[in-house]
């Protein structure tokens, strides 16, 4: 094997051309992520797809448009540039200046967190591998492709992280991240969410839509953390998630669309028969996405995340943007809880509360979905509407793990719930029934009848351009 030319075939600005331990580490790396990229990746064969690549964080060098075949493509490592007069924005270590190197105190717990994040990354190119099989357009196609290899260059983001400051411990879990699969008997991904499947391009939507958005907000906490290097790796990633959610959220909007579309042409709900998705099959896949993603951000409290935020490991949302002290230790906040068996609230201290805080804000982000969806619907002119679930609705994390409850929060029985949680949740049928549409169509310009085209294509191209040329 010949050795990778690093400034050329990994892009980057961390200086790896300077750092000899970095390179072999990174070096004995490479191959077993394109490996894994070859057994684990995308199984469509393509001779190459119109991609974005970052090669600089700064200027236009984020986003290099081009032809590339999806092997070649060159998986970067970047940091947005380091702020010199950053200051530790919470905490107890508040108003000191960041760390560069991590503090031996902290190294487990950053290093966990980095792997948790790190995990997600590959998990969500596994399980959208057999996508491409079934692409509603090469547009799709090539939206599905941008966001797996985005989704291998922030692995490549966390992995640099592991090599160049936690050592051999770094390296070992390195390999973890590889050796771990979505959905996995054995050694499945760690966070439940990442080893569903993600079978159709109404999950894909879903998916980019609910559960990379938890990604944005997972970033968003590490964007504010003590340890600059991961700070800086995670304020990148963020810019590059933004082109998932559109993916997510224009993917929705499309497949609702269309579906308001025929609803009205034919003057029925019924559109199955027209090829389109019925509202209420939307409203399941909807329904399942949100509730497993509100389980991604863990209990709803946690003293581990209070050592994290006092620690200055992970802040909140818009840390600096918040209106207090930004050490919380006197201060309280509502959270959901279980008060002798039925759905509540209990007082606890702000620290405590910080997954709840999290979660809260990740809410009324998703809010902002629905009614765009909404809009759609009745500048159609149509009366339905969509809807998030309740928050305890099928829960199995946190406080509401217990219990079962309907989308409108009713609490049922575990018979009530078995008899109709086929009406909240994606029955085999209706899986079956949207597999049946997932036929792919891959000549220029053309889209399949369940989904409406964008609006506008990628980086200025039309709609019917050649995004991705099969092989
Ligand atoms: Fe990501
Ligand atoms: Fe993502």
Partial sequence: MTRPDYAE?????????????LQRALESWQPDFLSWWETMGPTLPTQDVYLRTAIDVRGEGWAQFGHVPMIDYRWGIFLADKNPDRKIAFGAHQGEPPWQKVPGEYRAELQRLIVIQGDTEPASVEQQRNLGATAPSLYDLRNLFQVNVEEGRHLWAMVYLLHAYFGRDGREEAEELLRRNSGSEDSPRILGAFNEETPDWLSFYMFTYFTDRDGKYQLGTLKESAFDPLSRTAEFMLKEEAHHMMVGTTGV????????????????????????????????????????????????????VANYYTAGLKGRWLEERRKDDHRLTDDSIMVDALLEGTIGQVEVSALVGLNTDLRREYIADCAGGVKRWNRILADAGLAQRLYLPHVAFNRRVGAFASIEVSPSGEQLTVDEWRLRQGQWLPADTDKAFVRSLMQPVYQRGKIAAWVAPPRNGINGQPFDYDYVHLA
């Fill in 253 to 304: 909007d499309r497949v609702v669309e269309r579906t308001a579309q025929v609803m009205v042409e034919q003057d029925t709900d019924d559109v199955a028969a027209y090829g389109a998705i019925p509202l209420d099959v939307i409203q399941k896949y909807l329904n399942f996405h949100y509730s497993v993603s509100l389980d991604l951000f863990g209990g709803e409290t946690s003293t581990n």
């Fill in 9 to 21: 075939k990994i892009p980057n600005n961390v200086g790896l051309a300077e750092d000899r331990r």
